[in-house]
């Protein structure tokens, strides 16, 4: 089972791995949502059928995530860069809901969403812009040579619950909180004070669970006894900052992709 894995991140990935939902190198492909692999070549069995490596990853995708939109769409509204009331909407038109029938259901007139209808759309346009105009910046930039270690972020990761500037973390800082507190086993020296540390080392944390693995609450707390003393606290944490989830009675708990 994988770990929680970002070799190629949803940030990473281009506008067809995106749509896609995965990623490929020389020998497989990658799922970009729970870095799930196949093999370039083989053939894999499913359902009384036998699929190529590419059909079975559109099949592992339809049958674990529902779709890359259905994905995209239940994703922080933050990291889609519209509100939680377009994101909503968006959901109801993509379930093919009429502009009459999503009204109905959310209690508004159906001018107001043909109105979010129409800001979506424009906002596709914005969209489309901004993606070349940060490709063109990103060309100066490499010629300036500032894209070091200095200023390359350390993304958020993706399953973040709340997005603001306790990511705004780099690569270079982010290796000096790991030496900082963390000690060779990965157990916590010190507890960061600061947002941007907790986040850091909690997921570094999230790092020791696999991606698939549902956990009793047993299981969790004697991985976390080993990271810190106070680990129902950690536990907490991974729960609160987006890495874990849980079943409501707490019997089970398992990465969130």
Same mark, same amino acid.
């Given at each position: ?11 990473? @990935? ?20 729970? #870095? ?11 359902? #009384? ?26 994703? #922080? ?71 070091? @270690? ?24 982010? $290796?000096?909180?790991? @030496? ?6 990965? @157990? ?19 790092? $020791? ?49």
């Amino acid at each position: 089972m994988k770990k929680f894995d970002e070799s190629k991140s949803l940030w990473q @990935a281009t506008q067809s791995e995106l749509t896609n939902g995965f990623y490929e190198n020389k020998n497989s492909i990658k799922c970009l949502i729970c #870095n799930e692999s196949f093999i370039k070549g083989e053939i894999y069995p499913f359902d #009384n059928h036998f699929y190529d490596a590419y059909r079975m990853m559109e099949i592992h995708i339809e049958e674990k995530h529902g779709s890359m939109l259905d994905y995209l769409l239940n994703m #922080n509204s933050s990291f889609l860069g519209i509100s939680a009331t377009q994101q909503t909407i968006l959901k109801l038109m993509a379930d093919g809901k009429s502009d009459k029938e999503i009204g109905a259901e959310k209690g508004i007139s159906c001018s107001t969403v043909r109105n979010h209808r129409y800001k979506l759309h424009e906002h596709e346009k914005q969209a489309k812009l901004f993606l070349v105009i940060m490709e063109l910046f990103r060309k100066e930039e490499m010629l300036m040579k500032s894209e070091d @270690a200095l200023s390359q972020f350390y993304d958020a990761h993706k399953t973040a619950t709340m997005i603001d500037d306790r990511y705004n973390v780099t690569v270079e800082e982010k $290796k000096k909180m790991i @030496a900082k507190y963390l000690d060779q086993d990965g @157990a916590i020296k010190q507890l960061p004070a600061k947002e941007k540390g907790k986040i850091v080392i909690l997921r570094e944390i999230a790092n $020791k669970f696999s991606s698939g693995v549902h956990y009793s609450e047993i299981e969790i707390n004697n991985i976390l006894k080993k990271v810190y003393h106070d680990y129902p606290y950690i536990r907490r944490l991974l729960i609160e900052y987006g890495f874990l989830e849980r079943t409501n009675s707490c019997s089970e708990y398992w990465l969130k992709e």
